[in-house]
């Protein structure tokens, strides 16, 4: 079989704990288009510091979005690799002047930034469902800096759902109580005996199941992920940098997330906690080549119809 390298393509995400590129090579293969991630580049700019504790973004912090962004399109420029655009999410969304950066952003750059509801980031995951068994059986969650989202669909019902409870909001303690009340609230809606796997997304989820396992392709048990936060507690954060190899940035937030899992999975005690290697990008690129290269189908058109708006 003959594949085809085409073009490249890269994406933002603009997230509440870290600014994301993704490059893809696109590949022809016989009559279809699959995108295969080529380079990855994280950033550590936490937009959640300044928003979640002051309620909009800094100048200071503005300047190193727009210096990133300079360097990095400089390089695409040189690399013939063609910017579709970006989201940014929770952070950015909940900011007083949130608009304003990204209308800045755009201008300055010429890029399609785009702020995502709670909503739309929580439809996203329409894409990833592809991917698992259709039978109602799993639950697909996204933690993130700022929030959380869930999908979930069966042959009886669709449904999908944005919190206000991330893990770099709940480490600056601004989650609030009634959150976590709609948050159970959603939960408790639930065939607990339906769901047997609850499918984490983000770099929280795919850390911690390194921490327990080694191997991110691992699913672990209500228990494991229960031991891994106690004995989380009993390390400083330059313990878990050093110890267990994660970034300044995800070790001083990594356990604020694992609450999350932990809750949930409280509510499916006997469902396994897996960890899918896909983000908002993925959803981003996909887009772009249904759009440009193919038709929609109608499904897939619902879910983006409001993002053009």
């Known amino acids: 079989m003959n594949n085809k390298n085409l073009f490249r393509v890269g994406c933002l995400d603009l997230g509440s704990n870290a600014l994301k590129y993704k490059q893809y090579r696109i590949i022809k293969n016989e009559a279809s288009l699959k995108p295969e991630l080529e380079t990855y580049k994280r950033i550590p700019i936490r937009l959640g510091t300044d928003v979640f504790n002051k309620g909009k973004i800094k100048k200071k912090t503005i300047k190193k979005i727009e210096n990133q962004l300079s360097a990095l399109l400089k390089q695409l420029e040189s690399k013939n690799v063609k910017f579709i655009g970006g989201f940014a999410t929770s952070a950015m969304r ?12 755009n201008q300055s750059f010429d890029i399609n930034l785009k702020i ?11 894409f990833l469902t592809k991917k698992y068994p259709e039978d109602g059986s799993h639950l ?30 709940i480490y600056l303690d601004k989650d609030r109580l009634s959150e976590w009340n709609e948050f159970e609230n959603y939960l408790n809606s639930f065939d607990k005996s339906s769901i047997r796997k609850i499918v984490g997304v983000g770099g929280n989820i795919r850390s911690l199941i390194s921490i327990i396992t080694r191997d991110k392709g691992h699913d672990i048990s209500l228990i494991d992920l229960d031991k891994c936060l106690n004995n989380l507690l009993k390390l400083s954060n330059e313990e878990k940098i050093t110890k267990l190899s994660l970034s300044k940035d995800r070790a001083d937030i990594i356990e604020s997330a694992g609450k999350i899992f932990l809750r949930i999975m409280n509510f499916f005690p006997t ?30 058109k619902e879910t983006f119809s409001s993002f053009n708006k």
């Open 116 to 126: 995502l509801s709670g909503e739309e980031e929580a439809d996203l995951l329409l």
């Open 271 to 300: 469902a396994s906690l897996h960890s899918a290697s896909w983000s908002i990008s993925d959803a981003l690129v996909d887009r772009y080549l249904n759009e440009n290269y193919a038709g929609l189908s109608s499904e897939f």
């Open 94 to 105: 909940t900011a007083g002047n949130g608009k304003e950066v990204c209308d800045f952003l």
């Open 140 to 169: 697909f969650v996204d933690v993130g800096g700022g929030s959380t989202e869930f999908f979930y669909s069966s042959n009886k019902i669709k449904t999908s759902k944005s919190f206000n409870l991330g893990a770099v909001r």
